[in-house]
């Protein structure tokens, strides 16, 4: 990789907005081997400037630069070919992504290689998941304020209208740092870190997820607000019900002594508390008025938790960290008392409060994500919730299309043990694997033919006659 041909570009925009992902370009910032202490660019100047890098051979380095793309091309769509021809040619280098892939080799994703601890901003000393230029700053460079001019950051907007030299110097001061920057971290990335030739791909795949988030998400009115009426009255008839049972008081909290006590009366738990005689309350020890039992009174001893039952003739029941009762979802799921499993099941409890409100957005403005290219695993992610969607419910079915598109989905058949068949080819030389792929057989029903001791031939036959008697 010649460095010196390794340039940084940046973009100042108005602030991000619900169903705008690609906000309004106001300026821009540029470092090269000619100019390494960076400067700022005008919105004809960001313009001009960034069509010479793409029609380049220059390697153009950025922070999340995904979004500096899509900002330019919003700005002038005709640069979409040569964008995308960028990224075929790898001449997309991404700082973030960079440090992401080197955490990966070295087994420290999220975590600070020096510390051992979880990743920190530099500033606000708040725990993050993801690589920041501030961040990839301080790890590469050891420089701990590279944010240090970053009054106007999210206030550009409000300078769109002025002429450079009219702007405040702390204003003009910001874009130039955030370049020079990105051009020196990417040169101390290209010399030292490992993976680094994942890059042009992962790129690639960061700008694609991107375009996929500026697209966004439309619902249905109709059918979210239907939704939203089902919900409610599932959710009603859900706590008549447990309010009934005592699991939920009348001003709508959860009574957790008497769940707790039917969780442990699901695991054995018999007999009274030897502590407060199955009351479930014990004097305190401050102000002698009852108080909860346990789950350990002020001697350090085992008591009842609230629930009144000797729990030491329990042994399997579920604890948390702490010795008190678990009332989680698995300890209710695997209870075995249908009223705790039901219980536990509040699907629609989390429909109604979490998805029928993120639904509603994309009734007004596309649902815009915030994908991440690169996990540990190699696979991507999204914050929020568009990847925890549960099949049933009606959740799903508010996702429509816009006018004149469809939905489709499009997947390869067992993609994975094709990929770790040619991998075992590759690193051994051989794959058994890779035999019955070339052979085609249905990998899946080796598998299960394996388990289930008969021959790939047998296990066949009896699929095809589907008689569950031949498994008994």
């Known amino acids: 990789m010649d460095l010196d041909r390794a340039v940084a570009f940046d973009t100042e925009t108005h602030l991000i907005a619900p169903g705008l992902l690609a906000p309004p370009l106001v300026c821009g910032s540029y470092a090269s081997m000619i100019r390494p202490t960076g400067v700022i660019l005008s919105l004809q100047q960001s313009h001009d400037c960034f069509v010479s890098v793409l029609y380049s051979r220059d390697i153009v380095a950025g922070a999340n630069i995904a979004y500096d793309m899509g900002v330019m091309a919003a700005y002038d769509p005709s640069l979409l070919p040569a964008i995308f021809a960028k990224y075929a040619r790898g001449e997309v280098f991404d700082i973030q992504i960079a440090q992401a892939l080197d955490a990966i080799a070295g087994g420290h994703l999220g975590m600070d290689p020096r510390t051992g601890a979880r990743l920190k901003s530099p500033s606000t000393g708040k ?7 501030e961040l990839c700053a301080d790890l590469v460079l050891g420089i701990k304020d590279a944010k240090k001019n970053d009054f106007w950051r999210l206030r550009y907007a409000l300078l769109e209208h002025l002429p450079l030299s009219e702007w405040p110097e702390e204003a003009r001061q910001y874009p130039a740092d955030d370049a020079r920057n990105t051009r020196e ?3 101390a990335q290209m010399g030292t870190l490992r993976n680094l030739h994942d890059m042009p791909a992962q790129a690639r795949a960061a700008w694609a997820l991107h375009l996929g988030a500026m697209w966004g998400l439309r619902t249905d009115p109709a059918r979210v607000e239907a939704l939203a009426a089902k919900a409610e009255a599932e959710s009603d008839a859900r706590k008549v019900r447990f309010q009934a049972l005592g699991f939920i008081r009348p001003n709508g909290k959860e009574n957790s002594s008497a769940v707790k006590r039917r969780v442990a009366v699901a ?7 030897p502590k407060c005689g199955g009351t479930g309350r014990a004097p305190s020890l401050k102000s002698g008025n009852p108080v909860s039992c346990g789950p350990r009174n002020f001697l350090g001893e085992a008591t009842c938790d609230g629930t009144g039952l000797d729990l030491s003739t329990a042994l399997a029941l579920p604890r948390t960290d702490k010795g008190a009762v678990s009332a989680d979802r698995d300890t209710l799921t695997e209870s075995g008392d249908d009223v705790l499993i039901d219980y536990g099941d509040n699907e629609i409890e989390k429909i109604r409060e979490t998805h029928v409100p993120f639904l509603r957005q994309g009734t007004e403005v596309p649902i815009t994500l915030r994908p991440n290219v690169l996990v540990a695993s190699g696979r991507t992610s999204y914050d929020g919730l568009i990847q925890l969607l549960p099949r049933g419910g009606g959740v799903r079915e508010c996702f429509v299309a816009r006018p004149g598109f469809v939905f489709c989905s499009v997947d390869y058949v067992g993609l994975e043990l094709c990929t770790l068949a040619q991998v075992c080819l590759d690193i051994l030389g051989e794959s058994t694997l890779a035999e019955e792929i070339n052979a085609g057989l249905d990998l899946h029903s080796v598998l299960a033919a394996s388990f289930t001791g008969v021959s790939y ?11 569950a008697k031949k498994w008994k």
């Open 127 to 133: 725990q993050t998941s993801r690589y920041s230029l």
């Open 185 to 187: 971290i990417a040169l």
């Open 267 to 273: 695991y054995g738990a018999s007999g009274l508390c």
């Open 457 to 467: 031939e047998t296990f066949l036959e009896n699929l095809k006659g589907s008689d």
